[in-house]
């Protein structure tokens, strides 16, 4: 009783505590939305149906494969939303299956949902749907590296920020009153 208490108050402390995280680390910038599709990930893989395989199938393109027996076309929906691909089935109920008896009933109806967060640039190419199996198929077309050269800037070059102050918290001549008067004026 009392080890079940103790185990209680450690769990209820951990979830209180504030999560470190691999992304917190200064190196890291504009990491956080793979910190938060981590977490989409971990929600969404509580339940194991259908059952699913993920395949490489060639150069650049990945396979989904899930098990749905029993489902028709027009009960299921296969939707990208943001950078989730999301599969939703539900059966619908036909009348012929009203005046059915069932003695032992071992395969529900059951309505699903499947997510996979998809990484930037995969693109969902088609879905099919074979003896009871639904393929869905991904490609990540082939990316061309992009390389950038930034110009290094000195003294007045530097641009100004949305506050009108230079880089560094430093003022401008106009913020400062010196709006052309004074010496710099008097020689032009």
């Given at each position: 009783m009392i080890a079940t208490t103790a185990l209680a108050q450690l769990e209820e402390d951990a979830a209180e505590m504030p999560r470190?995280?691999?992304?917190?680390?200064?190196?890291?910038?504009?990491?956080?939305?793979?910190e938060r599709a981590l977490d989409r990930?971990?929600?969404?893989?509580?339940?194991?149906?259908?059952?699913?395989?993920?395949e490489y199938v060639g150069d650049n393109r990945l396979r989904i494969t899930l098990a749905v027996a029993g489902f028709r076309p027009e009960d299921l929906q296969v939707q990208v939303e943001d950078t989730q691909l999301v599969i939703r089935g539900k059966q619908s109920e036909d009348d012929e299956e009203d005046d059915r008896v069932f003695l032992h009933r071992g395969i529900?109806?059951?309505?699903?949902?499947?997510?996979?967060?998809?990484?930037?640039?995969?693109?969902?190419k088609g879905a099919f749907l074979d003896?009871?199996?639904?393929?869905?198929?991904?490609?990540?077309?082939?990316?061309?590296?992009?390389?950038?050269?930034?110009?290094?800037e000195t003294g007045s070059d530097r641009p100004q920020d949305v506050g009108g102050n230079a880089p560094g918290g430093a003022k401008t001549a106009v913020e400062s009153g010196n709006q052309g008067t004074g010496s710099a004026?008097?020689?032009e």
């Open positions: 470190s995280s691999l992304f917190n680390s200064p190196l890291l910038l504009g990491f956080d939305h793979f990930v971990q929600k969404s893989s509580g339940d194991g149906y259908p059952p699913y395989n993920v529900a109806a059951r309505q699903f949902q499947r997510s996979f967060v998809l990484a930037e640039g995969i693109e969902v003896s009871g199996l639904l393929h869905i198929d991904l490609e990540r077309p082939e990316q061309e590296r992009k390389v950038r050269t930034v110009r290094i004026d008097a020689a």
